[in-house]
Nanobody
Framework: QMRPVESGGGSVQAGGSLRLSCVNSGTPSPLTTMGWYRQAPGKQRELVAAMTLGGITRYPDSVKGRFTIGRDTAGNTVYLHMNNLKPEDTGVYFC???????????WGQGTQVTVSS
């Protein structure tokens, strides 16, 4: 079973940047899809970036042009590059890794991102 572990969260001012990382600490498995979600206080968890093995990406309008999902050449680490951060980007960010469709993937424990105005 894959066990994603996130890192890279922190506190930044609006307009700043962060890069989140996600590695699989569980059983090595071929990745088919990977994604980043966030959950703001009092809100539902939402998808902010997803990518297939073939490199097809999707983003909601709220982060399009500011967030970029990627993975290293070895395929062991999934990244989320976040630029021009806004206070509304604040939340816990979760990585999800899957051998099939993203909705069947394993969740990480999350990493906190706080953006101050």
């Amino acid at each position: 079973q894959m066990r994603p572990v996130e890192s890279g969260g922190g506190s930044v001012q609006a307009g700043g940047s962060l890069r989140l990382s996600c590695v699989n600490s569980g059983t090595p498995s071929p990745l088919t899809t990977m994604g980043w979600y966030r959950q703001a206080p009092g809100k539902q968890r939402e998808l902010v970036a997803a990518m297939t093995l073939g490199g097809i990406t999707r983003y909601p309008d709220s982060v399009k042009g500011r967030f970029t999902i990627g993975r290293d050449t070895a395929g062991n680490t999934v990244y989320l590059h976040m630029n021009n951060l806004k206070p509304e980007d604040t939340g816990v960010y979760f990585c999800r890794l899957s051998k099939a469709a993203l909705e069947y993937g394993s969740w990480g424990q999350g990493t906190q991102v706080t953006v101050s105005s």
